[in-house]
């Protein structure tokens, strides 16, 4: 058990400079997507959707630790959002799609955080 909370940790800490890297991606589309559309915005989402992916696989196999004192991410509310982004027919829905993401990025960096600083949650 030791050996999955130290993988966990390990994860978080490579995570952390990610997500701070997509908090800022994921700012850009919001902007792209709120009337600002550039030539390249929809295949710049393609690539901001695979590092939310690995994001997303990055979460899955932490939220355990993330969560052992108690819900801090709720894993229903990121699914909506990524859901809401799946049926996003037009750039507004995108852009509201993009900022529930952006509040899970935000947490989970938050979280991910306290592992690379050493302080560790729990």
Request: proline share 1%.
């Amino acid at each position: 058990m030791e050996d999955l909370r130290t993988q966990q940790i390990e994860a978080l800490q490579v995570a952390a400079p990610y997500c701070e890297k997509m908090i800022g991606a994921l700012k850009s589309m919001i902007e792209e997507f709120s009337g600002n559309r550039q030539e390249d915005t929809d295949e710049y989402m393609k690539g901001v959707v695979d590092g939310l992916n690995w994001i997303f696989e990055v979460y899955n196999g932490t939220s355990s630790l993330i969560n052992e004192g108690g819900e801090v991410i709720n894993k229903d509310e990121v699914n909506g959002c990524v859901a809401k982004l799946s049926a996003a027919a037009d750039d507004t829905a995108k852009a509201e799609a993009f900022k529930g993401i952006l509040e899970f990025v935000v947490k989970f960096k938050t979280e991910a955080d306290k592992y690379v600083s050493g302080e560790d949650a729990n």
